[in-house]
DNA sequence: TATTTTATAGAGTGATTAGTCAATCTATAT
DNA sequence: ATATAGATTGACTAATCACTCTATAAAATA
């Protein structure tokens, strides 16, 4: 019940920040937005940094957590860096405006809000990842943070090119993009 | 002279974005940087919007005419692609704040002041050579918007990668990164 | 039930900001 | 020398915004 409050909040910040920007966005439009009075709002919220932090931690997590969810045990290394690559356009398809809002606070100082510890865990799941594949020679030996680099804007990439594509032709797209990233990292 | 002042008010107006974001930067506190008063600012700029598009598209301008100074005809086409490449991130890393304040707006509403037309003028030069790559078999024959989206996003990620490395280590992982990208666009 | 804590509302406030305007200065052309 | 156009100033304004405060309702706790 309180934190349906919440949740709507975080909701309408996300639509109205994507669309109008931060500066576009005044506190009181987000609080309309989610139907609730501009109190409410700073009673969850201390002020609007926290409600743009908080709402980059949600989203990242959620993604996060998503991609965890789609591997099993029993995956081939090969499999899982599939289901990562595939998941992540996917879900950026399913989510286009967190997808997006991840990238729009990234290229804001709104970035430097958000502590080291919590952007270094949130990777741990992908360097880990890396690591291992490198490690158990699957992937060429490249330092760790490249490959991790590489692949992310390859994803962004390929996400930028089938987003303006029909929805039945971005399937392949996708499988001929893990294909050409794959070879890179592999002998 | 007068250029003068419109050329500090845009390099002031860089800085500021980039340092505090659109928000955080109001056109008071570009105009003083600039040491120029408040209304000289808008006697050069209608709005502060139409600074932020001006600021935009002459960045891009100089990238794309700084790019187009560093070929010759006689360049073999696979020349072309290593100088366009390679001298897009070294730009970038001599012109760090110009550099992240293309991606900035690109993902703010922003982006959607710059008119369709100016930012599809920009791309020519990159679309008119994969077509010449494509028609002349030096390239597979790839969808030429997807050509372009993967080549920039791998620019992104080599750039992003070589910004926190010494200056000394740079140049291996941007030649050993063009490597990559052209691997996967020949045969 | 009585008491305390939390949730919600919404009017209010002080500060800030984008943009205006009238006045002055500078430079060039005639 | 005079006229004209453009450049520059900085005080001013109307609007907006983030955030506060007080009051009340609801819920949890005792």
Known sequence: MQMDKRKKILESALKLFVEFGFHGTPTSKIAANAGVSNGTLFHYFGTKEELIKELYI???????????????????????????????????????????YVQQVHFSPHIFQIPESVLQEQLQLH?????????????????????????????????????????????????????????????
């Open 58 to 100: 949600a989203v990242k997590e959620e993604l996060n957590s998503f991609l965890s969810s789609k591997i099993n045990a029993s995956d081939s290394m090969e499999e899982v860096f599939r289901k990562f690559y595939q998941h992540s356009i996917y879900w950026g398809l399913d989510n286009k405006e967190k997808f997006h």
């Open 127 to 187: 360097l880990g990842l890396i690591e291992q594949a490198k490690a158990t020679k699957v992937i060429k030996n490249l330092p760790t943070n490249l490959v991790y680099t590489l692949m992310l804007s390859h994803v962004n990439g390929i996400y930028t090119y089938v987003l303006h594509l029909p929805a039945n032709k971005r399937k392949a797209v996708i499988d001929d993009g893990f294909a050409m990233i794959w070879d890179m990292f592999t002998e």
